[in-house]
Structures are given as C-alpha cells and as structure tokens.
C-alpha cells in the first residue's frame, strides 16, 4: 500500500515500546513491495556503477596508448642531414634516424619540370638535390623533398683528364650520358673556359666522382711556382734573348723568344 501527501509522521504502538516513521512529501509508506523493489534497484545501482569502472579503465588505458604514441612522435627543431651524393636508401635511412620520416623521392627531366614518383625502396638510385638543404634546421615533420637521378658509372677518370679545360670536359661527360648531377663540381664562377680540371676522383657507393678546378689565373701562378725559373711573357711583346722560353700570360702555351717577321725578337707560340 501506498500513501501520498504532505510531510508527516505516523506512530504505531506496541506493548514496549513507540516507533516513528518519518516519510519525505509525496513519498511512499513502507512496505514489503517497496522492500523488493529497493533491492531491484539497489541491484541496478551496483551493475551500473560497475559498468561505468570498466569503461573508466578503458578510456584510462586508451589516453595511455595515446600520450605513448605521441611521446614517440614529438616534433623537434633539429638540422636537416645532408644527404645529397648517396644512394636513395642510404638517404632516407639516415633521415628517418635523425627524425625526419616524411620523406617524397622523385625523378626530373632535363628541364627539371616534370617529377615522377620514385619508391623510397628503390635501388640504382642516388641523390642529387634535397629540399630543404642539408644542414638547415627544420622541425621534423617537414617533409623532405629528395631529386634523385638513376646511377652511373661512377668512374669518370677514364673520361677526363687533369690539365684539361673544364669546357672540353664537361662535354665529355655529357657526350658519355653524364648530368651535373652524376659528380660534385667544386665552385667554379664565371665561364668554364676560364678554369682547368686539377683533380678528379672517381666515387664509389656513398660518394659522387669530384672534379676539382682551378682558375687560369691560379693555374699559372701554381706553374710558376713549380718552376721558378720560367716567367709570364705576352706574345708578341719584345723579348731580349732568343731561344728562351715563357709562359703566356693569356693560355696555358709556352712561348718561345724569337726573331718576328719585322726582324726583331718577340714572344711567340
């Protein structure tokens, strides 16, 4: 039974003693009916409260995996590993160790226009250009740009020669399939004719064949250092001793001190 209504109390005599029950507005009389439904509902409680501990642990253990994850994915601000001259694998292995695993690798045309998507995977290929450089600093999820050209021999020595002008040369190389691309020029400013091959070695599986120049400039001054004796003459000024012999001034020739077509002595090839 039931009972609704304002606030209240309702006492029941027995032979020793009075009881009061004391019952909240528009709440129900105490009975057996209540006392089972107290306990389906005590029942209920409990299997919610338990429902909702699982699930706490749950998202616990799912913002665990999730702070593991992105400890291991922290952005740093770190310089950039050069890789240019290596192979493409060697490449993006050393990236990837220093942090830097967005990596795109991409073939170009002559013009240097159109890219074709290489696999980082791929074999017979190095690197020839890296976007950003080499060591510039760059936080590491920036996406590395390797150009990578498919390998040659990496023996140029039986190309060219040292001595030789740095023009012939190149069109040497470029007469043999090579790029600019396929060896390491030092710098060289201005003309090519105006600079001399001073050393060349070959590469090999880390490393691009290196061509070493020499200004003309630097070249004669080397030459007259390696001989003393000889001395910077121009052709066709005046000399004073026939027979002897100079370096010019303007070529790699050696001119010679003899009699000129105006019967006088003058530098001449």
Known sequence: MFGFGRMYSRSYRYPFKTRFLHLECD????????DERKKVFAGIIVVLVAACAINSCNDLDSSNVNQAQSSSQVVEYKEVPKVTGVSLQQAVKTLQDSGFTAILAFTTDDSGENKTPVDLTAENYHVSSQDPYGESKEYTDTTVNLTVHENKSRTISNIIAVGEQLSSAMDKLHAAGYRTCDYTLDAVYGSYTEYYILEVRDGDDSNLPFIKTESYAQKR?????????EELAHGGAFCSEEGT????????????CGVASDGRLRWML
């Not at 001054?221 to 004796?229: G, I, K, Q, V, W």
Request: proline fraction near 7%.
């Open 27 to 34: 709440g129900p009389f105490l009975n057996e009916e209540n």
């Open 221 to 229: 001054a080397r030459e007259r250092l390696n001989t003393p004796d």
């Open 245 to 256: 012999t100079a370096f010019s001034d303007r070529s790699t020739a050696t001119l010679t």
